[in-house]
């Protein structure tokens, strides 16, 4: 398992939320956790400028890891992807699954070469409940991949999945809590907003 630790700096940070990409606040998402943060998950990479800035953050946290391949369970994590292995050293390859009508989602064969003995870094920008991404680490592993770590945006899932350390880059700063540990609810000081993801 891969240990690393990583934050957006203080101007990405200000960029998001001047662009409304990150608000502040009090939300409870659909997997039940609570967080001061809510990310527009649908234009968050919309701006190269800063997608690029924060796959270069998730990259330096995983720079000493030899990653292969970088391989993302989404549409949302595919953008995201690519900046990460762009800044890797050296450029590590993309590998993204597509989703199919019955909710599984399918990894192309022509890229299953890019998966097996590989040294694979799963991204994705969100990670809500993380089942989706735990279901994708079973997929790569099953092709004979090496999952060595998980980076995302922000997760509100557990810090560990399937064994390996989630990297949040925003959680530093907004992390997520069970509902029973928020201290957003204890201060009583803002109403909530249920987050349909």
Sequence with gaps: ???ATSSLDSPIVSFLKQDRLLREGHFCYRSGRHSA??????????????ASRMGY????????????????????GAGLAQWVAYFLEPRAKVVYSTPLPDGSRHIAENLHDLIVDKRILLIDNLLLSGDTIQRFDSDITSLGGEVLGIGCLWSGSDEEINGHQVLGLLNSRYPAYLPDDCP?????DAT???VPY
Excluded: Q, Y
């Design 1 to 3: 398992m891969v240990l």
């Design 57 to 76: 953050a998730l990259a330096k946290s995983f720079f000493t890891a030899k990653i292969d391949t970088v391989a993302a369970p989404s549409i949302w």
């Design 37 to 50: 943060a809510l990310l527009d998950r649908d234009r968050l990479l919309a701006d190269p400028a800063a």
């Design 192 to 194: 909530i907003e249920t």
């Design 184 to 188: 957003l609810c204890e201060s009583g």
